[in-house]
T-cell receptor, first 116, second 115 residues
Framework: GDSVTQTEGQVTVSESKSLIINCTYS????????LFWYVRYPGEGLQLLLK?????QKGSSRGFEATYNKETTSFHLQKASVQESDSAVYYC?????????????FGKGTSLTVIP | GALVYQYPRRTICKSGTSMRMECQAV??????VAWYRQSPQKTFELIAL?????????EQNFTQEKFPISHPNLSFSSMTVLNAYLEDRGLYLC???????????FGSGTRLLVI
């Protein structure tokens, strides 16, 4: 089926250290999957962080970047130097057309805590 | 810009009663609306996808009889949780998109507590 698997649970990183949150996807019924990272800050709704719709391309936003790798079906989120304000829950997501519907699937979310 | 409002933000209902939640799109046409539920310790599960002029598509484990959805125009959708029980508690998220846009805009969610 179509699904997203990402680093689960909580991740704690010290400020100014690097971060990677793993994400892999399965798109068995979606011909051209689009990949997304969403972020949810405490008390707020989901916000789009970045998206990539073409395999091989890299998306970036607010210092975060992710590369759409079709060979490894991965879309890992990375940041070279995290800040305390990056503490939030991050969701990897997959979208694409299937039988005429534009489906959208989320990973389970990764809670990032950045400690000063 | 494109915004999606959901209300109420949080609600409590007694076990066995029903609760209706609403989703309002502002700044774009909500051709498709997707409803999700995030149960405690779980991800956002897709409940159903509603596209104007098409039948509402429910995912496995979710039914119209339990989660009836209305999508009467291009700016509004509602979903009711009928006969709510403890397992229905969680955050219900609405996402909407325009026909020509693959990106969904999400609301802040309605948090349902069942007592």
């Amino acid at each position: 089926g179509d699904s997203v698997t990402q680093t689960e649970g909580q991740v704690t990183v010290s400020e100014s250290k690097s971060l990677i949150i793993n994400c892999t996807y399965s798109a068995t019924s979606i011909a051209y999957p689009n990949l997304f990272w969403y972020v949810r800050y405490p008390g707020e709704g989901l916000q789009l962080l970045l998206k990539v719709i073409t395999a091989g391309q890299k998306g970036s936003s607010r210092g975060f970047e992710a590369t759409y790798n079709k060979e490894t079906t991965s879309f890992h989120l990375q940041k070279a130097s995290v800040q305390e304000s990056d503490s939030a829950v991050y969701y990897c997501a997959l979208s694409g057309s299937n039988t005429g519907y534009q489906n959208f699937y989320f990973g389970k979310g990764t809670s990032l805590t950045v400690i000063p | 810009g494109a915004l999606v409002y959901q209300y109420p933000r949080r609600t409590i209902c007694k076990s066995g009663t029903s609760m209706r939640m609403e989703c309002q799109a502002v700044g774009f046409q909500a051709t498709s609306v997707a409803w999700y539920r995030q149960s405690p310790q779980k991800t956002f599960e897709l409940i159903a996808l509603s596209t104007v002029n098409s039948a509402i598509k429910y995912e496995q484990n979710f039914t119209q009889e339990k989660f009836p959805i209305s999508h009467p125009n291009l700016s509004f959708s509602s979903m009711t949780v009928l006969n709510a029980y403890l397992e229905d508690r969680g955050l219900y998220l609405c996402g909407a998109r325009d026909r020509g846009n693959s990106d969904y805009t999400f609301g802040s969610g309605t948090r349902l507590l069942v007592i």
